[in-house]
């Protein structure tokens, strides 16, 4: 353990871990390659080898200064071993990152963010991991949990199966087995969004490497950790409504439409469709244009969304040839209660809450007797509301 973690093992406690020799193998690689000038930077000590330019053929000693401390000089490849052992926490903690996890870019900066890396000593993590640290990103929940020898585990399932033993679960260690995991919800329909808040749960991938875990957590929500990170470095590349729009060709052409007169307006209907927190779990970056916001909400998932996706694009397609049509004034009756009925069978078909609503539950506006009551009251045998036709000049 570092020299400058004793004050913090007082306060945490930190589990006992074992130096792997793979580990120790990897700071006798890191040193072979550098100067003596340019030591190895664990948290709380350096390591440095002392051998010099005219040194060749002598066996390598080794340097380790403590912050704080008097350094230890002319350790053998033993010695330093013994040191290091001694430091294991915070060597381990360098090795998972440095070598197992590797790149500097969004794998890395993820697998960081779940133990807060960043922010907290490597005593209070390994602490805290000994425990299981969790995290949210969407709808998974990822639990970080570290062994007697350092290295990262992790449990990859659906926040509704948080406390369910592993066993009761469907269990997969191939990441890749998550995209058969995503491509329909509970009820078996068809996910065009992954990032829809319908993921189903039921399954785990209970015991993954750091390099796994990324894996599954892309491959159920793609591109997410890498927009995040993104946005983290500043880099997000953000394309509005607009920008998106005139990239449009072929039958999605007839969007750019929207760029004209009202069209402000009918984006806003669009992202309020389309975009919620209860619809997507992205929160929406883009904005009708650089120098104009839309007057919606855009949500408070964790990633970003940096431009309208494929879905809001063929949904608004449809929604530009209906905006088309000129309004019309239809004439019938309807009671108060008939008229608040359909409202809120409206309501619950939005919010997809219409499998929530029980068959024997009558007091529910929107329940399925109630609303096949009203059609047989209300509607002809054409199917016309009030025996009105919907285009009347289509009958002459």
Known sequence: MSDSAATDDTAHTVPDIDLPSEAFDAVLDALADRSSDEPVRFEGFTVASDAGPDDAGAATEYRLDPAGSDPHTGLSERELHAALAD??????????????????????????????????????????????????????????????????????????????PAAELDAYDDPLDARELVKTDASGRYRPLKTAPTLPGGWVFPDLGPRDAYEAVETIYPATVAN????????????????????????????????????????????????????????REWEYDDETDLDVDGGDGVFPCREPCSLVVSAARKWT????????????????????????????????????????????????????????????????????????????
């Not at 590797?102 to 991991?129: H, K």
């Not at 062994?147 to 449990?155: A, Q, S």
């Not at 239809?330 to 619950?348: G, N, R, V």
Request: proline content about 2%; hydrophobic content about 35%.
């Open 228 to 283: 995040w990170h993104r946005e983290r470095e500043g880099d997000l590349d953000v394309s509005h409504w607009r920008e998106t729009m005139q990239r449009q060709s072929g039958i999605y052409g007839v969007v750019k439409t929207w760029d004209r007169g009202e069209g402000y307006e009918h984006v806003n209907w669009v992202a309020e469709a389309c975009c919620d927190d209860s619809q997507c779990l992205k929160r």
């Open 87 to 164: 430091r294991a926490p915070a060597v381990t903690d360098w090795y998972v990152f440095e070598r197992v996890v590797g790149e500097f870019g969004p794998r890395r900066a993820f697998l960081r963010w779940i133990e807060d890396a960043d922010g907290q000593t490597v005593a209070a993590r390994y602490a805290a991991l000994a425990e299981g640290v969790e995290r949210a990103w969407g709808e998974l929940r990822i639990t970080a949990s570290v062994t007697d020898r350092g290295e990262r585990r992790y449990d990859v399932r659906h926040a509704d199966d948080v406390g369910v």
């Open 321 to 396: 040839r209906l905006e088309s049509e000129q309004p019309r004034t239809y004439e019938f009756e309807l009671t108060p209660s008939e008229k608040a009925q359909i409202e809120a069978i409206i309501d619950a078909v939005a919010d997809g809450r219409t499998d929530e609503i029980r068959e024997a539950d009558v007091k529910d506006d929107a329940n399925r007797y109630r609303a096949r009551f009203l059609r047989a009251k209300r509607f002809d045998d054409t199917g016309a509301l009030g025996g009105v036709a919907t285009d009347p000049d289509a009958e002459e």
